[in-house]
């Protein structure tokens, strides 16, 4: 089956330092694969995608590059902010067939960022 | 990005009543859409498939007759949690879009008394 693995959290990091979270995983297809980001008290927000292979991903100043030859989509960023403090999601889909649309997650990395 | 949005946004009720939760896609038309069961601190669980027109798909150990899912119009889908008990009190959360990029509704908190 499919599944994604998160690095355990929680992350506790200044403002600006570096960030990475790292995301490997399997799938049975060519998934893509994505950062969703979670608020306190609120929904998921998609944070950036990648469809295919050496794909780059970047919003907001994160990037993830989709790397196939290591089952990796790792999150980074250069100087995190205070702001950045939430529930980070890594997940893929496989386009076709029953898994139509059906994320599948990673069990989510706490981020808190103090000033 | 396109807008999900649920209503309501908490809901506490009794042991033994049941619950409506809408998801509505506000600016696009949603022939599937999705609901997510999420326990504190912890991932989110894929429920079930909402399809316009016709029976939901459920995954494996939800209870179908439990979680009554309708989706009446490409714009609507509703969970109904039945017969709610306290095991049931979790952040439901629906999604709606494309293959590749689902948007997520801000989520409904469900407490069961």
């Known amino acids: 089956g499919n599944s994604v693995t998160q690095m355990e959290g929680p992350v506790t990091l200044s403002e600006e330092a570096f960030l990475t979270i790292n995301c490997t995983y399997t799938?049975?297809?060519?998934?893509?694969l994505f950062w969703y980001v979670q608020y306190p008290g609120e929904g998921l927000q998609l944070l950036l995608k990648?469809?295919?292979?050496?794909d780059k991903g970047s919003n907001k100043g994160f990037e993830a590059t989709y790397r196939k030859e290591t089952t990796s989509f790792h999150l980074e960023k250069g100087s995190v902010q205070v702001s950045d403090s939430a529930v980070y999601f890594c997940?893929?889909?496989?386009?076709?067939?029953?898994?139509?649309?059906?994320?599948?997650f990673g069990q989510g990395t706490i981020l808190t960022v103090h000033p | 990005g396109a807008v999900v949005s649920q209503h309501p946004s908490w809901v506490i009720c009794k042991s033994g009543t049941s619950v409506k939760i809408e998801c509505r896609s506000l600016?696009?038309?949603?022939?599937?859409m999705f609901w997510y069961r999420q326990f504190p601190k912890q991932s989110l669980m894929l429920m079930a498939t909402?399809?316009?027109?016709?029976?939901?798909?459920?995954e494996q150990g939800v209870e179908k007759d439990k979680f009554l899912i309708n989706h009446a119009s490409l714009t609507l889908s509703t969970l109904t949690v039945t017969s709610a008990h306290p095991e049931d009190s979790s952040f439901y959360i629906c999604s709606g879009g494309l293959v590749d990029t689902q948007y997520f509704g801000p989520g409904t908190r469900l407490t069961v008394l």
């Open positions: 997940a893929l889909v496989l386009a076709g067939g029953t898994s139509y649309g059906k994320l599948t």
């Open positions: 799938a049975t297809g060519y998934p893509s």
């Open positions: 909402s399809n316009e027109g016709s029976k939901a798909t459920y």
């Open positions: 990648a469809t295919k292979a050496d």
């Open positions: 600016d696009f038309q949603a022939t599937t």
